[in-house]
Each structure stands twice: as C-alpha cells, then as structure tokens.
C-alpha cells in the first residue's frame, strides 16, 4: 500500500546566532620564536593578529554550550523547544557518545534528535543545510546548529605551516519556522583527489587494519598549504558561483559575504573572483580569531552584525571549505535583531 501523507511546505531560517571565544588571547608574539618567524611574517601571509585558546578543563562541548545559551535566549524560545542538535566539530575527542549529546545533557534538552558532522571547516554550512531542510519537511520546528572546535589540543606548536594558524572557539545558530525562505538552496561536494592535504593524523601513521596501535601518538593537524589555498582560490569560487545563481540572486542582492575564516589572502581572492560588488561587507574575524575550522562562520557572523547591525535581514553568502577536501555553502537571510 502506498503512503499516505502530506508534505509539508514550511519555510525555515536563521532566528539567532551566538557566539563564544575563549578569554585568552594569543598574539602572534608567543608563537614565533619556536618556528622561527615573525609577526610580520604571519600577518602576510594570513591577516592573522590574534587568535583564541580555550584553557585546559575546558572542553569544546562546554564552548559549544555557552555559544548554544546566547543563540537560544537571542531567539526568544524556551531550550525545551529545540527539538534537534546538529554539532559540526573535529576537535571532540570521542567517537561516541557524541558532542551533541553532551551539549544537550549541559541545556537540559531531553528527547531532541542529536547527532554530530565531521565536515571539517565546512561542517557548519553542511549542518545548516540539514536543518533547512528538515524543518521544511517537518522533521523538526526548532534546531540547533553548532560550530565548535578545540584546535589547540591538536596542536604541534613547532609546525611553520600550522601553529599560527588554528584556534579555538564556539559559534552557535537557532534555525526556526519563517513565513519566507530564509535560507537558500545548499550546495555541497568534496574533491577526494585532494583529500589529504589537510589531515589529524598522529606520528605514526601508516595505519592498515590488523596493525599493532600501540605505537600511536596523539594526533596532529597537518596541512599542505600551497594545494589548499590553490584549491580554495580556483575551486570554491565557482561553488560561490553557484549558491548565487541556485538562490535565484546576482551578486549585486548580496550584502554581506561570511567565508570560512582560514586565510584572509583567500577571503580577498575569492571575493575578486566572485566579482562581487565593492557594497558587499566581508567578514574578516580571521584577523583576531584566527582559523576555528567549523566554528568560524558562526563566530564571523557574530561579529560581523555586532559591527555592522544594519545588516540584520539582509542576504549574506556563506561558504565553508577545508578538510576532506569539502565545501558547503548557501545564501540566508541574516538573523534578525535579538529579542533579548
């Protein structure tokens, strides 16, 4: 017998976002002397100043819960009423039980659907796009996308190509019922060709099924610099392209451009290359927050509204790429003021 059912055709958007960065405060400074570099150095090849570290008894899932608390209260809803956790992250630590559930555990959220994406620096974009679309489909009404990472624990301070890079923080969004589409189409993909150029992997790492483990260190990031910038610079500017153009928008209906934070030399690329226009606002957190993999374009978009916050409303273009090689990305509607 076929089913029997009526689909709903309910519209979805961005309600809050909210934000957390560790309070310490790393500046380029107390990093350089064990690469042999210079702030300089840094700042010209990322924009890099500054970035965050969260301290040692703190986890990512408790960032992830003080971002979640200032997403929530800014949505003017009870916790109670999110019905779905979706938790972008590589930097927790267990396979299971996962960072969603631990976050809903600290909210008190009993009963939510809860489950974790390791997308990477795109994994926050993948999340929305899942939430856009299970609450068009009536999966769920209110859902919880986090970005949070713990980048420092997986550290090798004496990496040239890493150790100034990476950072820590949580950004958090409520996504809810909207009576207009507040969130564009999704478009997502990967290039497996290159998908180690970007990798966590410990010292040893000639891994086969049925090796001896006990001669594995604990991980670290490693990155291929030069592939991924090209990567970034050449392939996700025609993915920008093409979230533009499924939204049923031109560049010139774009306010604002969030990016993943991972090099601002890429975020001035891309934007050239999208040939957006000159009236579009670029976040630029890379400068004090450094690279948070899936926690920068939430923390970007925190920021970016608190500096600019006529652009609440407005269209803004995210796009997350990194690891794997995968990117995501999708055109919304900027949140609204907050309610509180």
């Known amino acids: 017998m076929t089913l029997k059912f009526t689909i709903p055709t309910q519209n979805a958007r961005i309600l809050a976002v909210g934000a957390y960065r560790p309070p310490r405060v790393v500046p380029n400074s107390e990093l350089v002397e064990r690469i042999d570099s210079s702030d300089e150095w ?28 200032i997403a929530i209260s800014r949505a003017g809803i009870n916790p109670q009423e999110i019905d779905t956790i979706i938790f972008a992250t590589i930097t927790y630590p267990y396979q299971t039980p996962s960072a969603s559930t631990e976050v809903a555990k600290q909210l008190e959220i009993k009963g939510a659907a809860a489950f974790d994406v390791g997308a ?46 990476f950072a820590d923080g949580a950004g958090a969004v409520v996504v809810g019922p909207s009576d207009s589409v507040g969130i564009g189409p999704t478009t997502m993909g990967s290039d497996v060709e290159n998908r180690d150029a970007i990798a966590m992997v410990p ?36 993915v920008g392209k093409e979230i533009i153009a499924k939204s049923g928008l031109t560049p010139a209906d774009i306010a604002a451009f969030i990016p993943h934070q991972a090099n601002e030399r890429i975020i001035d690329s891309l934007t050239k290359s ?67």
């Open 203 to 238: 010292s040893w790492i000639d891994y086969k099924p049925g090796s001896d483990l006990t001669d594995l260190a604990w991980p670290v990031i490693h990155q291929e610099g030069q592939k991924v910038f090209r990567w970034a610079v050449y392939e996700v500017a025609k």
């Open 42 to 69: 840094i700042q010209q090849r990322t924009g890099i100043q500054t970035r965050h570290w969260a301290a040692a008894d703190e986890s990512v899932a408790d960032m992830a819960v003080k971002a979640s608390r």
């Open 120 to 165: 990477a620096c795109a994994g926050f974009s993948y999340g929305l796009g899942l939430a856009n679309d299970m609450i068009r489909s009536g999966s769920a009404k209110y859902v919880l996308v986090i970005g949070a990472e713990k980048i420092s624990d997986f550290l090798d301070l004496d990496d040239r190509a890493t150790s100034f890079i």
């Open 274 to 340: 999208m040939e957006l226009p000159d009236t579009v606002i670029v976040a630029r957190d890379i400068r004090t927050t450094g690279n948070t993999s899936a926690a920068s374009i939430p923390l970007a978009m925190d920021a970016l509204l608190a500096q600019h916050p006529d652009l609440h409303g407005k269209n803004a273009l995210l796009i997350g790429f990194g690891a794997g090689l995968v990117y995501a990305g999708q055109v919304v509607e900027l949140p609204p003021l907050p309610k509180n």
